[in-house]
């Protein structure tokens, strides 16, 4: 008991160095959206996910009795800034084990060794003062958000589509006012407090959520749904995608040849491009928690680095995704599933099951019911996991392959198996 006493105070220490580091304000009052972004500035610096719900129940948002994982410490230790947990708790444990083995000598009479260990004993509280220092240095300030309007509207359909912002802080004394497009904070830019419009635009479609931060708090957010007009093909870039026009619905299915990459120039041999395939609308309320998507893909390419026909099929949805990845068989390693709060990669996780030949047309159908997913491969059912949490309504549907690779038909359905998008591509 002791011992976990003393893991729940490091741990509690952790999170502390970690809520400075962030400088986000009070964590009793981050949103779901916060621990995302913690998620997300984790994963980019340590490169092992941690889901949003694996974080929100170490900061008690989420009540869970069991101790955190020892990859789920690590990781956190890391991204303050240390090798892993154990290095954590080593440059902490010398002032208690120090202090624990000049003890017994209370009973001496020498004053060196009682100022000796006055000073090992005050190390702890001044430890604890600085940490309250630091909490009240970043405390959060006061900031009235019922004095804040915050909204936009997109220009038009399909991408890439400039969105319009409307806001206003001017009854607010601050000057450090800035907006940002979704979770990504490299997608944030300072505004003036003196103007009430800002535009930006967005390149890829989807559901994201957009953000007006005050002094670096979050006073107001809202979505922006950015859609396609039909299917949209594009080859991904750094920042902005290569959009590919000519049609590219053929012969009943949805395909971009290599040939056709080649001759533009757009498949790198070196270094694999990747195609995607987007259709993003209102579908209704279709629910992340109760549907059905029936398709079938095939890649096109397996040339130098897209030997492994690494390919996805992804339901974007308005607070999260399902993306199911494939591959060849001996690849599965290199895998990536992400299923709501649920991250599993394939170097920790058996993604076994995901290795096929894709040369040949694969048949896929994924079904969630009471927010139980189930991925059927030709009919085989060959994953099952039940989504802890609710990713909001179907926003999309998005393809991606190595190199180049076809479609030869999709279908969505509702809880109640009724079809409410379908395309067999025959134009």
């Known amino acids: 008991m002791e011992a976990t006493n003393k893991e729940t105070t490091q741990i509690e220490l952790l999170k502390q160095i970690i809520e400075n580091e962030v400088a986000w304000g009070n964590s009793q009052e981050w949103t779901h959206q916060d621990f995302e972004q913690l998620s997300e500035r984790i994963w980019q610096k340590t490169q092992t996910k941690l889901s949003a719900t694996t974080l ?9 009795q069991s101790q955190p994982t020892t990859n789920t410490l690590n990781a956190l230790a890391q991204f303050a800034g240390y090798e892993h947990w154990r290095d954590f708790v080593g440059s902490q444990s010398y002032v208690s084990s120090t202090t624990e083995q000049e003890l017994p000598k209370l009973k001496a009479t020498s004053p060196t060794i009682s100022k000796k260990l006055a000073i090992l004993l005050l190390i702890p509280i001044l430890v604890l003062l600085l940490l309250g220092f630091n909490r009240w240095v970043n405390r959060p300030l006061e900031i009235d958000a019922s004095k804040v309007t915050f909204s936009s509207e997109p220009v038009t359909k399909g991408l890439p589509n400039t969105v319009i912002f409307h806001y206003d802080v001017s009854q607010l004394p601050f000057d450090n006012i800035e907006i940002q497009q979704s979770w990504d904070t490299r997608l944030r830019r300072a505004v003036s407090n003196q103007d009430s419009v800002f535009t930006t635009t967005y390149y890829y479609p989807g559901y994201f959520r957009a953000k007006l931060l005050v002094e ?5 957010e809202h979505d922006v749904y950015v859609t396609t007009d039909g299917w949209l093909a594009l080859i991904g870039g750094e920042t902005i995608p290569h959009y590919l ?6 012969d009943g299915i949805l395909s971009v040849s290599p040939e056709y990459l080649q001759r533009e120039n757009l498949l790198n041999q070196e270094e694999a491009s990747h195609l995607a395939y987007y259709n993003v609308q209102d579908f209704g309320e279709v629910s992340s928690a109760n549907f059905t998507l029936e ?7 397996n040339l130098r680095e897209a030997v492994c026909q690494e390919s996805q099929v ?7 995704r399902i993306a199911i990845p494939w591959s060849v068989p001996g690849c599965v390693g290199k895998l990536y599933l992400a299923a709501s709060e649920q991250f599993l990669d394939g170097q920790a996780a058996d993604l076994s099951a995901f290795g096929c030949d894709l040369s040949e047309w694969q048949h ?5 019911e009471q927010q139980q997913l189930s991925v059927y491969r030709n009919e085989q059912l060959i994953f099952q996991t039940t989504l802890e949490e609710d990713a909001g309504k179907v926003a999309g549907i998005r393809y991606r392959f190595q190199g180049a690779g076809s479609i030869d038909y999709v279908r969505l359905l509702d809880e109640n198996q009724s079809v409410v998008f379908q395309d067999d591509f025959s134009n």
Do not use: M, P
């Open 314 to 320: 992804s339901v974007l949805c308005a607070k999260g």
């Open 295 to 301: 398709t079938a893909i095939k890649s096109d390419y």
């Open 245 to 250: 026009t000519d049609d590219i619905k053929q």
């Open 56 to 64: 929100k129940r170490l900061w008690g948002k989420v009540s869970y």
């Open 216 to 220: 670096e708090q979050i006073v107001q």
């Open 364 to 368: 896929i159908r994924l079904t969630v």
